[in-house]
């Protein structure tokens, strides 16, 4: 009985030194772990995320916000345990979670990156990349701040927000201001539901601590709103495809497009110069859209007026759009007789959003 104590003991010391060795080597690279978990969910995002339409690419987006929610969740327990009971299994396993946060907010974010530039034309949504993208980033350089329960429940309230923008449409085949007012009105809902199960369930929430989290979120739901009235917000789930400038384009009886392409000066690189001052300057477009959403877009075509020194539209040309092909809709318009000067053509909605933008330049004969 003495020697099966003793190798007891010896298998307990073991274990021991094992779990110290495990915790030291955590502490040494907390740094590099955290980097991992973010490197993870955005190698997992481009492995599976692909259409804003899918069912599995939509139950991925939805297993992250509930793993964000678990986190929070478990860190605000923690966090009221932690008075009482400091020695909880709950206490000493709370450090981990801001792991599991990062992960999943990390995954969403590279997720909304990855959807939303589809769907954006720089030149007018840069501002609400550039807020994703930073917050993609942010998710490492504000590893301490996930430690913060009011910190997490604002960032999660913008990955809801962001996610449902896009996948009421998609739910309710139709896109539009009152859409997206539904997705701002269900946002708050969800994440007030969040906060209150938590005050229901911990009564040491103070009032202090529901006023900030109170204000964050308005503040949070106010910019969104401005950016989408300001038309900064790009067109999701709508997603351009294809656009280009062409010298004759035709479409068959059956439904099968035929495109001339224009003849180039050699010194284009890419861009669109044309020498041509007469007959018809044609833009077609391929549009991605969920199935079965319907819409009209809008082609407008401006002019540069260099005396007023800004755009003036000159045509409009609207057409509407059925989604569910994988290619994009096709259609086009096209203007007669332009002359000299900067052109483009903005692609957008009947809300105003840009969905893409083409710029030519129209040079004399020579």
Request: aromatic share 16%; no cysteine; glycine share 8%.
């Amino acid at each position: 009985m003495l020697r099966v104590a003793n190798i007891k003991r010896r298998i307990n010391r073991r274990v021991q030194v094992r779990i110290q060795k495990t915790k030291g080597w955590f502490e040494r690279n907390e740094k590099y772990l955290s980097v991992g978990f973010f490197g993870l969910g955005l190698l997992v995002d481009n492995l599976t995320l692909t259409r804003v339409d899918l069912l599995f690419d939509n139950l991925v987006l939805v297993t992250y916000i509930l793993l964000a929610t678990l986190g929070i969740v478990l860190l605000y327990s923690a966090q009221v345990k932690r008075k009482n009971y400091p020695n909880s299994k709950l206490v000493k396993i709370s450090r981990y979670v801001p792991f599991l946060s990062q992960y999943a907010l990390g995954g969403l974010f590279s997720g909304f990156v990855i959807f939303y530039t589809k769907s954006a034309s720089w030149a007018t949504s840069w501002i609400f990349l550039f807020i994703l993208i930073a917050f993609f980033i942010g998710n490492e350089r504000f590893r301490e701040s996930y430690k913060k329960v009011d910190f997490q429940i604002g960032i999660l309230f913008v990955a809801v927000f962001s996610f449902l923008i896009f996948f009421v449409p998609v739910l309710l085949k139709a896109m539009g201001t009152w859409i997206f007012i539904l997705s701002g009105v269900l946002s708050v809902s969800l994440i007030y539901l969040l906060i209150y199960s938590l005050s229901f369930f911990i009564s040491e929430i103070s009032q202090k601590r529901e006023k900030k989290i109170t204000k964050n979120i308005l503040g949070i739901f106010i910019l969104f709103n401005l950016l989408y009235f300001l038309n900064i917000i790009p067109p999701i789930p709508l997603s351009l495809k294809e656009i280009g400038i062409y010298d004759y384009v035709y479409k068959n009886a059956s439904g099968e497009y035929t495109l001339i392409e224009k003849d180039l000066p050699w010194y284009s690189f890419g861009n669109y110069f044309l020498k041509i001052l007469e007959g018809r300057v044609y833009v077609y477009q391929s549009i991605f859209a969920p199935t079965n959403l319907g819409t009209d877009i809008y082609n407008i075509w401006q002019k540069f007026d260099e005396k007023k020194r800004r755009w003036v539209a000159l045509s409009e040309v609207h057409f509407p759009l059925v989604g569910g092909r994988g290619e994009g809709y096709r259609g086009y318009s096209f203007m007669l007789n332009i002359t000299e000067g900067s052109w483009r053509v903005d692609v957008k909605t009947k809300e105003g959003l840009v969905v893409g933008r083409i710029r030519f330049e129209v040079l004399g004969k020579d």
